[in-house]
């Protein structure tokens, strides 16, 4: 059994600062540190499950936070930035199961250092008009390749989020949040067991998953200002429905996830303008 892992960061346990994931002071080393280890955690859970082959694709921040041979279970590891499908690079059909490991709330959410992608830019995602987070987006790409979704890890709103959209998906809740810069966390080894046992039961159950719905799949974006909207625009397959609006539906709904990529590459320097 193949089995794909994205990886973001900022729903790990103990998580609370960007000062913890993004750089290379101290913090941040030390976050990485506790995030290898719920990876490594759902990596164990996913093999003990039934996974013969796991492949880790680094979603978070320049792509490139964990150290290649610390991974469990001989992992592939895929990292680096400007990957053509970003959060999803390295999934496609030969796939039996996505893990979706230490994601956080949509931006909006409550949840800690909520955003969805860009915190420059979005201020607001739905899917076939469901608020959405990084999960539901990331679905897509599942969704396309007929790939079930079966556990999500990370803060309380980023999994209750993603039950709403993806029918029957496992989650470890390993956080809750306080605010957006305060979490009560569950000690970091209870956070690792839950992922593991989670991790293990989702990839047994796997055989029986469906690949999320997400039809038709449009996604509705609202972004911070009028310019971010007008250079979206320029992107194939994004139309501009108001002033902020953005309505992204592709032919298929690996076209909706990688318009929905570009646009936000495309409008980077544009959403940094104050």
Not at 184 to 208: G, N, T, Y
């Amino acid at each position: 059994m193949k089995v794909f892992l994205s990886t973001d960061m900022e729903g790990t346990a103990g998580i609370v600062d960007w000062e913890q994931c993004v750089g290379d002071g101290p913090q941040a080393q030390a976050g990485r540190r506790l995030l290898l280890a719920e990876v490594n955690a759902a990596i164990e859970g996913a093999i003990e499950g039934g996974a013969t082959q796991v492949v880790v694709n680094d979603s978070h921040s320049t792509m490139r936070n964990l150290p290649p041979d610390e991974l469990a279970g001989n992992a592939s590891y895929i990292s680096g930035s400007h990957k053509p499908l970003y959060m999803m690079q390295g999934l496609d059909d030969t796939f039996d199961a996505c893990l979706f490991i230490s994601y956080h709330g949509s931006v909006g959410a409550p949840a800690g250092l909520s955003h969805t992608y860009s915190p420059r830019a979005v201020v607001a995602a739905r899917i076939d008009g469901t608020v959405t987070g990084e999960a539901g987006i990331n679905a897509l790409v599942a969704a396309h390749y007929g790939v079930p979704v079966v556990l999500v890890t990370g803060d309380d709103c980023a999994c209750a989020e993603a039950a709403v959209l993806l029918a029957g998906v496992r989650a470890a809740v390993v956080k809750r949040h306080v605010s957006r810069v305060a979490a009560d966390s569950m000690h970091p080894v209870a956070a690792r067991q839950l992922i593991r046992e989670q991790a293990r039961a989702a990839v047994a159950e796997a055989v029986e998953a469906r690949p999320p719905l997400l039809d038709p799949g449009v996604l509705e974006v609202s972004v911070r200002h009028s310019d971010i909207a007008e250079a979206a625009s320029w992107v194939r397959g994004v139309d501009r429905i108001g002033s902020r609006e953005l309505r992204i539906h592709g032919p298929d709904r690996l076209a909706t996830y990688r318009a929905f990529c570009a646009a936000i590459l495309l409008t980077r320097t544009v959403a940094e303008v104050v």
